[in-house]
């Protein structure tokens, strides 16, 4: 018995020697200026149903009261249970039995002889358990009904910034679509004013430089977002292609594109996925990445006049599984393959060039055809 109290003691005090735990505080911490915090009386039929949501199957604490008894007694005790929750609050005290622990050594396997495979149990008094439970009530009700957690604290983060990516929970991008709009259009705002200090060919690399990398970062990630949300993004591409070319607003957008040169922002995205893709192919990227891709091989004896280089595409039941990248970059791969019909690997400096010229193709204008 002592040498299970000396080890726990021991163990225990490894803990001071440890630094502090350093809780990063957030930047934007909300400041609180409301009402302070108050306990409110207990009811008794709170306390009640804090009673009848014991374990009954746990062991009693040190004021041996058994949970399965208070349990079955709830509505008996709950009354005079409440006053003395109450006067506990009002005192700031609590009984000193509340405050010790029945520990118990709980064997973790290994040499029952040896006291390190035994793990400390505390078994707390029933009642400071559920006058516990009231207290975290109270103070996770104010806590909530006056906004003070923080994000970082609430359950409830619907949206994570990763590398400057906005990640929301149904994966639908539209935050950060909207973040990007709005930055882009902080720009444009500021092109407009200044739109006579610059020539075509100025312009047009003002926008290159500072306009389309905003526009292209993550763009690969975001492609997949619902056609609503990319068309605010060709909004604004256009809102540049017009600064560039001092066109009206009513201008068809592929009057625009040929007219600067540069393709829709759908084919820009597919390129930059093409690209990644035949990165994949051979293993120049992550692993975790190429593996998603598996070459399609045809069958030993196949005699297809054709080899061209395909992927196999995998199965996808969902809609959500069709926008996953193993489903859906070799379908967008094959479909490129109709048009390089491609047997075998080129350099990707070659095959980046093939690439603009199919975007330069997609420049013409089909929309009234
Ligand atoms: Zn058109």
């Known amino acids: ?126 009642l400071a358990k559920v006058l516990e439970a009231l207290v975290c009530e109270q103070l996770k009700e104010f806590l909530h009904t006056n906004a003070i957690l923080s994000e970082y604290q609430s359950e409830l983060v619907h949206t994570y910034k990763y590398l400057g990516i906005l990640i929301d929970d149904s994966l639908t991008f539209k935050p950060h679509v909207e973040n990007l709009v709005k930055n882009l259009k902080l720009k444009l705002r500021f092109y407009f004013q200044n739109k006579l200090c610059f020539s075509f060919n100025k312009k047009k690399r003002l926008v290159a430089a500072t306009f389309l990398p905003v526009l292209d970062y993550g763009d690969i990630l975001y492609m997949n977002a619902s056609a609503q949300c990319l068309r605010m993004v060709d909004i604004v591409y256009h809102a540049s292609l017009r600064f560039i070319t001092n066109r009206k607003f009513q201008t068809h957008h592929c009057e625009l594109y040929s007219q600067v040169g540069w393709p829709a922002l759908v084919s820009r995205r597919n390129s930059y996925l093409y690209s990644f893709i035949y990165k994949a192919i051979p293993g120049l990227l992550p692993s975790y990445i190429c593996s998603l891709l598996a070459m399609k091989h045809a069958g030993r004896y196949c005699l297809r006049p054709h080899g061209y280089l395909l992927l196999s595409v995998s199965f996808a039941r969902t809609e959500f599984g069709k926008r996953a990248f193993v489903h859906s970059a070799p379908l967008a791969w094959n479909k490129l393959q109709k048009e390089l019909k491609m047997t075998e690997f080129i350099s990707l400096s070659v095959f980046k060039s093939k690439l603009r010229i199919l975007e330069a193709k997609s420049i013409t204008c089909n929309c009234f055809n």
């Open 1 to 126: 018995m002592n040498c299970f109290n000396k080890h726990f003691i021991s163990s225990g005090s490894l803990f001071d020697s440890l630094n502090p735990v350093s809780v990063k505080s957030g930047t934007n911490l909300p400041v609180y200026t409301g009402q302070p915090f108050n306990f409110v009386p207990f009811s008794v039929q709170e306390v009640c149903k804090g009673l009848k949501l014991l374990d009954p199957r746990k062991s009693p604490g040190p004021d041996l009261l058994d949970p399965y008894f208070l349990k079955l007694a709830a509505d008996f005790v709950a009354e005079p249970l409440t006053t003395l929750f109450n006067l506990t609050l009002d005192m700031n005290e609590i009984p000193s039995v509340w405050k010790s622990a029945f520990v118990i050594p709980l064997l973790q396997g290994g040499d029952p002889a040896v006291l390190t495979n035994y793990r400390p149990i505390s078994n707390l008094s029933v």
